[in-house]
């Protein structure tokens, strides 16, 4: 399904969410972990991570029309070590509606 229909079936928010829990499930086994929806490509190394930041995220480039619609950052890549990061996104998510 695309985003479309997962939104017309009202499923497209519980699908967002479900990558926090898995954020989540895999900070319980690594100390750091790296989010990617299938559609991103990473092209080189990633050796220059701010540990010294608890989330690392990244803006969509992306027209401003669809910027409008759908968000400024990408959400399907994001980078954390903060165990309570998903807990957050989940509470956020629900009371501002974010993307």
Known sequence: MNREIMTNIGIWSDFQMSKAHIIAYALKYVNDTLFLDSD???TDSI???DMSKDLGI????????YINKTGYY???ML????KYI??????????????
Request: without cysteine; charged residues 20%; glycine residues 6%.
């Open 58 to 65: 990244s803006p969509q480039f992306i027209t401003q029309k």
């Open 47 to 49: 050796n220059d991570i």
């Open 79 to 82: 980078w954390t070590k903060n």
């Open 40 to 42: 991103i490509i990473i």
């Open 86 to 99: 998903p807990n957050d996104w989940l509470f956020f998510y629900k009371k501002i509606k974010i993307f």
């Open 74 to 76: 990408n959400g399907g």
